[in-house]
Protein backbone atom coordinates (compact mmCIF):
# COMPACT_ATOMS: atom_id res chain seq x y z
CA UNK A 1 0.00 0.00 0.00
CA UNK A 2 1.57 3.62 -0.89
CA UNK A 3 1.41 6.89 1.14
CA UNK A 4 -1.22 8.32 -1.65
CA UNK A 5 -3.86 5.06 -0.86
CA UNK A 6 -3.66 4.71 2.76
CA UNK A 7 -3.58 8.61 2.89
CA UNK A 8 -6.90 8.25 1.24
CA UNK A 9 -8.10 5.70 3.71
CA UNK A 10 -7.25 8.34 6.76
CA UNK A 11 -8.97 11.29 4.85
CA UNK A 12 -12.28 8.72 4.94
CA UNK A 13 -11.75 7.84 8.03
CA UNK A 14 -11.59 11.73 9.18
CA UNK A 15 -14.92 12.15 7.03
CA UNK A 16 -16.59 9.60 9.16
CA UNK A 17 -15.61 10.99 12.52
CA UNK A 18 -16.60 14.76 11.50
CA UNK A 19 -20.05 13.05 9.97
CA UNK A 20 -20.68 11.29 13.65
CA UNK A 21 -20.08 14.48 15.81
CA UNK A 22 -23.39 15.88 15.51
CA UNK A 23 -24.57 12.20 16.59
CA UNK A 24 -22.36 12.05 19.38
CA UNK A 25 -23.78 15.32 20.72
CA UNK A 26 -26.89 14.12 20.96
CA UNK A 27 -26.48 10.34 21.77
CA UNK A 28 -24.62 9.87 25.10
CA UNK A 29 -22.55 6.69 25.17
CA UNK A 30 -24.29 4.86 27.66
CA UNK A 31 -21.67 3.86 30.00
CA UNK A 32 -19.62 5.13 33.80
CA UNK A 33 -22.00 7.99 34.96
CA UNK A 34 -24.18 7.52 31.68
CA UNK A 35 -25.00 3.66 32.05
CA UNK A 36 -28.46 2.48 30.68
CA UNK A 37 -29.87 -0.77 30.37
CA UNK A 38 -31.43 -0.31 27.36
CA UNK A 39 -28.39 -1.07 24.82
CA UNK A 40 -28.82 -4.71 24.83
CA UNK A 41 -26.55 -7.13 26.92
CA UNK A 42 -23.50 -5.99 29.03
CA UNK A 43 -20.24 -7.06 29.87
CA UNK A 44 -18.68 -6.14 33.04
CA UNK A 45 -17.11 -2.98 32.69
CA UNK A 46 -13.59 -3.68 33.49
CA UNK A 47 -13.43 -6.70 31.33
CA UNK A 48 -15.13 -4.54 28.75
CA UNK A 49 -13.13 -1.54 29.12
CA UNK A 50 -9.93 -4.12 28.16
CA UNK A 51 -11.35 -5.76 25.45
CA UNK A 52 -11.84 -2.60 23.71
CA UNK A 53 -8.26 -0.82 24.58
CA UNK A 54 -6.45 -3.77 24.18
CA UNK A 55 -6.95 -4.40 20.62
CA UNK A 56 -5.31 -0.74 19.63
CA UNK A 57 -2.02 -1.60 20.64
CA UNK A 58 -2.07 -4.82 19.43
CA UNK A 59 -2.84 -3.80 16.09
CA UNK A 60 -0.54 -1.06 16.02
CA UNK A 61 2.44 -3.88 17.21
CA UNK A 62 1.10 -6.25 14.42
CA UNK A 63 1.51 -4.13 11.34
CA UNK A 64 4.53 -2.08 12.87
CA UNK A 65 6.51 -5.09 13.60
CA UNK A 66 5.75 -7.10 10.86
CA UNK A 67 6.08 -4.05 8.44
CA UNK A 68 8.94 -4.56 5.98
CA UNK A 69 9.55 -0.81 5.01
CA UNK A 70 12.86 1.30 6.49
CA UNK A 71 12.22 1.91 9.81
CA UNK A 72 14.32 5.25 10.95
CA UNK A 73 14.78 5.51 15.11
CA UNK A 74 11.72 7.90 15.40
CA UNK A 75 9.78 5.25 14.10
CA UNK A 76 10.56 3.13 16.94
CA UNK A 77 10.14 6.40 19.59
CA UNK A 78 6.34 6.47 18.16
CA UNK A 79 5.60 3.30 18.55
CA UNK A 80 6.83 3.18 21.99
CA UNK A 81 4.91 6.37 22.68
CA UNK A 82 1.65 4.30 21.56
CA UNK A 83 2.87 1.83 24.01
CA UNK A 84 3.35 3.68 26.64
CA UNK A 85 0.08 5.49 26.55
CA UNK A 86 -1.91 1.93 25.60
CA UNK A 87 0.06 0.08 28.34
CA UNK A 88 -1.77 3.05 31.06
CA UNK A 89 -5.21 2.69 29.40
CA UNK A 90 -5.70 -1.17 28.75
CA UNK A 91 -3.85 -2.71 31.83
CA UNK A 92 -3.01 -0.24 34.43
CA UNK A 93 -6.18 1.85 34.49
CA UNK A 94 -9.12 -0.22 34.41
CA UNK A 95 -6.98 -2.29 37.55
CA UNK A 96 -6.98 1.21 39.29
CA UNK A 97 -10.27 2.35 38.64
CA UNK A 98 -13.27 1.61 40.43
CA UNK A 99 -15.56 -0.46 38.33
CA UNK A 100 -16.60 -2.86 40.18
CA UNK A 101 -20.42 -3.66 39.88
CA UNK A 102 -20.41 -1.31 36.86
CA UNK A 103 -21.72 -2.74 33.24
CA UNK A 104 -20.95 -1.78 29.72
CA UNK A 105 -23.11 -2.85 26.94
CA UNK A 106 -21.35 -5.40 24.06
CA UNK A 107 -22.50 -2.65 21.29
CA UNK A 108 -20.34 -0.20 22.96
CA UNK A 109 -17.47 -2.11 23.51
CA UNK A 110 -18.01 -3.53 19.78
CA UNK A 111 -18.08 -0.28 18.22
CA UNK A 112 -14.80 0.71 20.19
CA UNK A 113 -12.79 -2.45 19.22
CA UNK A 114 -13.60 -1.84 15.89
CA UNK A 115 -12.77 1.70 16.13
CA UNK A 116 -9.18 0.92 17.51
CA UNK A 117 -8.43 -2.07 15.31
CA UNK A 118 -8.84 0.43 12.13
CA UNK A 119 -7.05 3.04 14.10
CA UNK A 120 -4.13 0.67 15.26
CA UNK A 121 -3.97 -0.58 11.62
CA UNK A 122 -3.45 2.88 10.09
CA UNK A 123 -1.04 4.25 12.36
CA UNK A 124 0.81 1.11 12.94
CA UNK A 125 1.14 -0.14 8.78
CA UNK A 126 2.39 3.87 8.16
CA UNK A 127 5.27 3.55 10.48
CA UNK A 128 6.02 -0.01 9.95
CA UNK A 129 5.99 -0.01 5.94
CA UNK A 130 6.21 3.80 4.80
CA UNK A 131 8.96 4.74 7.48
CA UNK A 132 11.05 5.94 4.45
CA UNK A 133 8.99 8.84 4.60
CA UNK A 134 11.23 10.31 7.30
CA UNK A 135 14.29 11.33 6.94
CA UNK A 136 17.40 10.11 9.22
CA UNK A 137 17.76 13.15 11.65
CA UNK A 138 13.63 13.73 12.20
CA UNK A 139 14.00 13.68 15.49
CA UNK A 140 15.77 16.80 15.21
CA UNK A 141 13.11 18.30 13.54
CA UNK A 142 10.95 21.41 15.13
CA UNK A 143 7.83 18.96 14.07
CA UNK A 144 9.05 15.85 16.53
CA UNK A 145 10.25 18.11 19.41
CA UNK A 146 7.14 20.05 19.65
CA UNK A 147 4.78 17.27 18.91
CA UNK A 148 6.70 15.06 21.70
CA UNK A 149 6.20 18.24 24.27
CA UNK A 150 2.62 18.48 23.51
CA UNK A 151 2.18 13.93 24.06
CA UNK A 152 4.33 14.29 27.10
CA UNK A 153 2.48 17.61 28.38
CA UNK A 154 -1.19 15.71 27.46
CA UNK A 155 -0.18 12.45 29.11
CA UNK A 156 0.48 13.99 32.15
CA UNK A 157 -2.60 16.07 32.77
CA UNK A 158 -4.80 12.92 31.47
CA UNK A 159 -2.80 10.73 34.01
CA UNK A 160 -3.23 13.41 37.25
CA UNK A 161 -6.76 13.74 35.98
CA UNK A 162 -7.36 10.09 35.95
CA UNK A 163 -5.58 10.25 40.07
CA UNK A 164 -7.73 12.93 40.97
CA UNK A 165 -10.84 10.92 40.08
CA UNK A 166 -9.61 7.64 41.62
CA UNK A 167 -8.51 9.35 44.80
CA UNK A 168 -12.27 11.09 45.21
CA UNK A 169 -13.54 7.95 46.94
CA UNK A 170 -12.34 6.48 49.81
CA UNK A 171 -12.48 2.27 50.43
CA UNK A 172 -15.98 1.44 50.18
CA UNK A 173 -17.41 4.76 49.19
CA UNK A 174 -19.97 4.62 45.98
CA UNK A 175 -21.60 7.36 44.26
CA UNK A 176 -19.70 11.33 43.16
CA UNK A 177 -18.04 14.14 44.10
CA UNK A 178 -17.21 17.30 42.73
CA UNK A 179 -13.51 17.06 41.66
CA UNK A 180 -11.31 20.15 42.55
CA UNK A 181 -7.83 19.70 41.73
CA UNK A 182 -5.67 20.31 39.18
CA UNK A 183 -7.17 21.30 36.16
CA UNK A 184 -10.55 20.29 37.53
CA UNK A 185 -10.86 24.29 38.54
CA UNK A 186 -10.95 24.88 34.90
CA UNK A 187 -12.78 22.33 33.08
CA UNK A 188 -15.29 18.96 33.81
CA UNK A 189 -13.09 16.76 32.26
CA UNK A 190 -9.30 17.59 32.00
CA UNK A 191 -8.65 13.97 31.44
CA UNK A 192 -10.16 14.06 27.80
CA UNK A 193 -8.41 17.78 27.35
CA UNK A 194 -5.25 15.74 28.12
CA UNK A 195 -6.02 12.93 25.83
CA UNK A 196 -6.75 15.76 22.93
CA UNK A 197 -3.95 17.22 23.55
CA UNK A 198 -1.69 14.09 23.86
CA UNK A 199 -2.67 12.92 20.15
CA UNK A 200 -2.67 16.32 19.06
CA UNK A 201 1.38 16.41 19.77
CA UNK A 202 1.27 12.35 18.39
CA UNK A 203 -0.39 13.59 14.93
CA UNK A 204 1.89 16.73 14.63
CA UNK A 205 5.52 14.40 15.59
CA UNK A 206 4.50 11.87 12.98
CA UNK A 207 3.05 14.66 10.40
CA UNK A 208 1.24 11.85 8.41
CA UNK A 209 -2.97 11.43 7.88
CA UNK A 210 -3.03 8.08 9.67
CA UNK A 211 -2.04 9.77 12.66
CA UNK A 212 -4.19 12.96 12.29
CA UNK A 213 -7.39 10.84 11.59
CA UNK A 214 -6.49 9.60 15.04
CA UNK A 215 -6.43 13.19 16.28
CA UNK A 216 -9.37 14.45 14.92
CA UNK A 217 -11.55 11.27 15.97
CA UNK A 218 -9.54 11.72 19.60
CA UNK A 219 -11.14 15.40 19.59
CA UNK A 220 -14.70 13.93 17.82
CA UNK A 221 -15.55 11.80 20.15
CA UNK A 222 -14.23 13.09 23.69
CA UNK A 223 -15.79 17.00 23.31
CA UNK A 224 -19.21 15.71 22.85
CA UNK A 225 -18.72 13.24 25.51
CA UNK A 226 -16.94 15.84 27.89
CA UNK A 227 -20.13 17.98 27.01
CA UNK A 228 -22.33 15.16 28.59
CA UNK A 229 -20.07 15.03 31.52
CA UNK A 230 -20.13 18.73 31.96
CA UNK A 231 -24.40 18.90 31.87
CA UNK A 232 -24.56 15.62 34.09
CA UNK A 233 -22.27 17.47 36.98
CA UNK A 234 -24.38 20.59 36.70
CA UNK A 235 -27.60 18.80 37.04
CA UNK A 236 -26.49 16.64 40.07
CA UNK A 237 -24.86 19.08 42.04
CA UNK A 238 -27.00 22.55 43.07
CA UNK A 239 -23.07 23.89 43.79
CA UNK A 240 -21.26 23.14 40.91
CA UNK A 241 -18.76 26.04 39.79
CA UNK A 242 -21.10 28.47 36.81
CA UNK A 243 -17.63 29.10 35.52
CA UNK A 244 -15.96 25.53 35.15
CA UNK A 245 -16.18 25.13 31.42
CA UNK A 246 -16.76 21.31 29.93
CA UNK A 247 -13.04 20.62 27.92
CA UNK A 248 -11.40 23.12 26.62
CA UNK A 249 -10.07 25.99 29.64
CA UNK A 250 -11.67 29.35 29.18
CA UNK A 251 -13.58 28.10 25.91
CA UNK A 252 -15.53 25.32 25.86
Request: proline share 7%; glycine share 8%.
Amino acid sequence: MTIAEINSIALIWIGIALVLVPVQLKVTAPYGRHSTNQWGPTLPYRTGWILMEIVSPLMFCIFFLSGNGYKPAFTWIAAGLWACHYLNRSLIYPFRAKMGGKRIPLAISASAIFFNSVNGFLNGYFLGNLGSAYPDDWVLSWPFWLGLTLFILGFGINLQSDNSLISLRKPGETGYKIPQNGLFRWVSCPNHFGEIVEWTGFAVLCWNMPALSFAVWTAANLIPRAISHHHWYKDRFQDYPADRKAVLPFLL
